[in-house]
């Protein structure tokens, strides 16, 4: 039996990526380990969205080579490269890593990665010669997207899933590189989707995370592709997202619905409702805004303005009470200056973001941003870097100290910690909560306390373990 090892990287939709993956090794009765020195065949699933994502991909691929538990990597074990990295720059790095890769697939082949290990095993069968350059399986641009019936093995702790309700991108961002990689936007059916949702309630998850490059698109695609464009405005156009959650919301048990990358162009006063409508839906949402100045935003080509996102965010917050909005922005991009930073912080103080990130600009080869003029030098970056952070430091305080005495739903995730609505898998905060509470299970608790982003639900002066670790180490 054919031994399979695979390390995903990049972000949810790669790992949904893997799943399918694992998936179909799985049905073609191949072993999937966890040990990459232990097998037959390594899949390193990459990321290619920044420089050093990619750095950390190739670091990876080195690592599996060199075999660090064997010093040396098994001669007939084979290293497969798929994921974003590769369906971008599989011809460059076919030279690059001729020694180390025997095969490039790329986003459409992962439903094929059985037939392909099998290939592979049977060019080489009785081959003694010296090694041949790696095999390219990427077939022209992605256009895959998978279906509620597609084999998968959810690589997610067994309470909650990621639904990838559409693929690929429209937007024309000038400094990201994605749409380049993963094509353009696809969407599944509003049956297709729920019909995945369903089984997954039905094997007990309780939180099903939306995702797709910009989830406020789900459906729209199908509406520019219509035959003749003179035919009516279809009504799926801008309400198909909202008849999915309305779909998600109706089918029963007790799970979150908690919708990821939305694009502020995209939403809409009917979706608004439709959020406040539906209780299973999470009051969250992750929003990407990327910046606030008009000057920024067009450079960045984000289809929005400021005066546009500071009034979608005012119609948010009053149509769904509670709502904790979490938001990206990107400093340093060519061309900003220090009024953009200025009025960019002024914003920050304003809407005080329940859930912020930032980014500092990386100039990405392929991308428009990469070739703009007024290139930011990396100090600036830096330096604007810490200013938001530091600022979003201090109203993430305040945030977490607005929860103390609240008594607030939580989703445990490993003895002692837990999520709440606010809080995304793997990206936000966390609830510390007292350790025998049942994991994958709701339990209501009471806030006693906060650490920055953090929120403490222990009776009063118990601190979390590792809390207190941190202290001793100091
Ligand atoms: Fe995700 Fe990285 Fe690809 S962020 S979409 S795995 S480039």
Redesign the pocket.
């Known amino acids: 039996m054919i031994k399979v090892s695979l390390i995903s990287?990049?972000?949810a939709?790669?790992l949904v990526d893997s799943e399918i993956m694992v998936g179909h090794l799985h049905q073609a009765g191949m072993k999937v380990i966890p040990e990459a020195e232990l097998a037959d065949v390594v899949i390193v699933n990459?990321?290619?969205?920044i420089d050093s994502?990619k750095e950390e991909s190739i670091g990876h691929i080195l690592e599996v080579h060199q075999n660090k538990g064997m010093k040396k990597r098994r001669k007939e074990q084979k290293l497969i490269v798929a994921?974003?990295?590769a369906q971008r720059f599989s011809k460059d790095l076919s030279n690059s890593l001729h020694d180390e890769v025997d095969a490039f697939i790329g986003l459409d082949q992962v439903t094929k990665v059985a037939p392909i290990i099998e290939a592979i095993y049977a060019k080489e069968r009785g081959k003694n010669g010296p090694k041949e350059a790696p095999v390219n399986f990427i077939e022209g641009k992605s256009t895959y997207i998978p279906d509620y019936d597609t084999p998968r093995f959810r690589l997610t702790p067994a309470h909650f899933a990621y639904v990838k309700i559409a693929e690929g991108c429209n937007h024309p961002c000038t400094f990201c590189?994605?749409p380049q990689?993963?094509g353009r936007h696809r969407s599944r059916t509003v049956d297709s989707v729920v019909q995945e949702a369903r089984q997954l309630v039905r094997e007990g998850v309780k939180e099903l995370n939306l995702i797709s490059?910009d989830t406020t698109f789900f459906g729209m695609d199908t509406w520019e592709q219509r035959p003749n464009p003179r035919t009516p405005v279809d009504s799926s156009r801008g309400t198909a997202l909202t008849t999915l959650l309305r779909e998600l919301n109706a089918i029963e048990g007790d799970f979150w619905i908690r919708l990821l990358y939305t694009h502020p162009a995209h939403w809409s006063d009917e979706l608004i409702k439709t959020i406040a409508e539906c209780p299973k839906v999470a009051r969250y949402i992750d929003i990407p805004l990327q910046h606030i100045s008009d000057n920024m935003l067009a450079r960045m080509q984000r289809e929005t303005s400021g005066d546009y996102i500071r009034d979608l965010i005012k119609r948010i917050r009053a149509g769904i009470p509670g709502i904790a909005v979490r938001t990206t922005f990107i400093v340093g991009f060519p061309g900003e200056t220090d009024a953009d930073v200025a009025e960019l912080c002024e914003f920050i103080k304003a809407t005080k973001f329940e859930r912020l990130g930032v980014f500092r600009y990386s100039q990405e080869e392929g991308t428009r941003g990469a070739k703009m003029p007024d290139q930011i030098a990396p100090k600036v970056k830096e330096a604007r870097w810490h200013k938001l952070m530091a600022l979003q430091q201090e109203i993430a305080g305040q945030v977490s100290k607005s929860y103390v005495g609240q008594t607030l739903k939580v989703l445990v995730e490993e003895p002692g910690v837990a999520r709440g609505e606010a809080d995304a898998p793997d990206i936000d905060g966390r609830v510390y909560v007292p350790r025998e509470l049942p994991v994958g299970e709701f339990v209501d608790v009471k806030i006693t306390g906060y650490q920055d982003y953090d929120l403490l639900a222990l009776p009063k002066g118990e601190q979390p373990a590792e809390f207190k670790v941190a202290k001793q180490a100091q």
Do not use: D, V
């Open positions: 990287l990049g972000c939709k790669n990459t990321c290619s969205f994502s994921g974003c990295m590189i994605i990689i993963r490059q």
